[in-house]
């Protein structure tokens, strides 16, 4: 009976533990994924800021992608080595645009991509590119 | 069943010991997120305090410019749940000679020093603070090699920057 009883607790253990990783695996990745999403989120807008702030700088690309980067300061593949919003992880691109209340606006589009994390097949891939757009009336 | 009842405990004592530190660790781990979110919004709520308290605040009349006292103690107040005293915080002016470093954020709160000074309030002029917060975690406990038994201290980084729009 005991010894039954004890190859069934390995057992169990055996097949319960794949269950277990992929949901560490998932918790983990989704925690970074939307760390990534709100940062991104935060990049856009910090930029749109200062883009809207006149019409000289309503498309000023280059002067966004400072405002970008300090927002994504500490994502891992940007913290001290990315200086510029022209390739990957980053794009930054500011364009002047007519808004939806048919006034002049500024347009800016933030794409992150994230790192490489540990995929799981079918579900979750292992980088992402996030993309967001903010639009903001011009001052 | 004697012989049984003697192996739940010793399965449990060696089924506990991770299951206690995955719930430590959980717990942990969800605290210094929830203070690193603290942080980031707290240094968010500082620059956006500057940036709408720029050159215009101290012309025509109006009074209404910051003090690094006030910059210090708004963030202070927005971080709910951080100490002041272990919380390191600088500002960065856009000419980069009218930095301030407030280690920790709590010697900066009664500074009645104007900031940021002629011209980098101008608008358009950038704003920029920086934080680290040090966070005392029992995850140090776990740390191979660290001895004796103590909590371990990590520091949260946090940073934003802003254009002046005022």
Redesign the interface.
């Known amino acids: 009976m005991?010894s039954k009883?004890?190859g069934h607790?390995v057992m169990e253990l055996a097949l319960f533990l794949p269950f277990l990783l992929f949901l560490f695996i998932g918790a983990f990745d989704w925690?970074f994924y939307s760390w990534a999403l709100i940062a991104t989120q935060?990049a856009a807008r910090?930029a749109a800021?200062?883009t809207s702030?006149?019409s000289a700088?309503a498309a000023d690309s280059s002067g966004a992608c400072?405002?970008a980067l300090?927002?994504l300061?500490?994502a891992p593949n940007v913290f001290g080595s990315v200086t510029t919003c022209s390739a990957s992880p980053v794009t930054v691109t500011a364009t002047s645009v007519t808004g939806a209340d048919g006034t002049a606006a500024s347009q800016v589009s933030v794409t992150y991509q994230t790192i490489n994390l540990i995929p799981i097949p079918s579900l979750l891939p292992s980088q992402m590119n996030i993309t967001r757009v903010v639009q903001m009336k011009v001052? | 069943m004697r012989?049984?009842k003697g192996?739940v405990t010793v399965?449990f004592a060696l089924v506990g010991i991770p299951l206690i530190f995955a719930l430590i660790s959980t717990v942990e781990m969800s605290r210094g997120?929830w203070m690193y979110d603290t942080q980031a919004h707290a240094i968010?709520e500082g620059v956006r305090y500057v940036v709408v308290r720029g050159q215009h605040c101290t012309s025509g009349g109006n009074a209404c410019g910051a003090t690094v006292g006030t910059i210090a103690t708004h963030i202070a107040s927005a971080g709910v749940g951080l100490v002041s005293s272990q919380w390191n915080v600088s500002l960065y002016s856009n000419s980069g000679s009218n930095n301030i470093t407030c280690n920790p954020l709590s010697s900066c709160l009664s500074n009645s020093t104007a900031w940021p000074p002629s011209p980098d309030n101008n608008?358009?002029a950038?704003v920029?603070i920086s934080g680290s917060y040090t966070f005392n975690s029992a995850l140090g406990m776990f740390w191979p090699g660290l001895k004796p038994v103590t909590f371990g201290t990590y520091n949260l980084?946090?940073?934003?920057?802003?254009?002046i729009?005022f």
């Open positions: 005991r009883r004890k607790s925690g935060s910090s800021l200062y702030s006149s700088t400072t405002y300090a927002e300061t500490n001052q | 012989d049984q192996s399965e997120m968010n608008v358009g950038y920029a980084p946090a940073y934003a920057k802003q254009a729009q």
